[in-house]
């Protein structure tokens, strides 16, 4: 219960930071606001780091240290807790950016896009640009 408390603030600090570094190093390439969103949103997860947290209690069975083993098994739960949550809250956030990418204002203004209307996102999209919605 614990554990999914500390990784559930890990992933919401991951996913709070990470639009601003790709503001930083990928505002001036050639890539769509689309494009740059779900970059924004989709973080680093997966076996590599879940590997890693099961060294420590490998290397506490190997010494003999119930102190390492114990806090092997916390840093193993939190990582474990950390990839599953961040797999759902980016499926979640991908999943709306891809439908709806107008309806992102705060991505927007994180990644200093302006405002565009329906068209010209559109048109950045690489979809035909003769295209109209009709009218409300």
């Known amino acids: 219960p614990m554990v999914y408390m500390w990784a559930f ?3 919401i600090g991951i996913t709070l930071v990470r639009p601003f570094s790709i503001r930083l190093f990928a505002n001036q390439s050639h890539l ?7 970059m924004a949103v989709m973080a680093p997860k997966g076996l590599v780091p879940a590997i890693l947290a099961t060294l420590p209690i490998i290397e ?4 003999g240290s119930q102190i390492l083993i114990d806090k092997g ?6 990582t474990f807790a950390v990839v599953l949550l961040s797999i759902i809250v980016t499926a979640i956030l991908v999943i709306f950016l891809g439908s709806r990418p107008d309806d992102a204002g705060i991505l927007m203004k994180v990644l200093g896009e302006e405002k565009k209307n329906k068209d010209a996102l559109r048109a950045d999209e690489g979809e035909v640009e003769g295209e109209t919605e009709p009218a409300q």
């Open 9 to 11: 603030v890990i992933v």
């Open 32 to 38: 769509s606001f689309k494009d740059r969103a779900i």
């Open 60 to 63: 506490g069975v190997k010494i």
């Open 73 to 78: 098994r916390i840093i193993k739960d939190i």
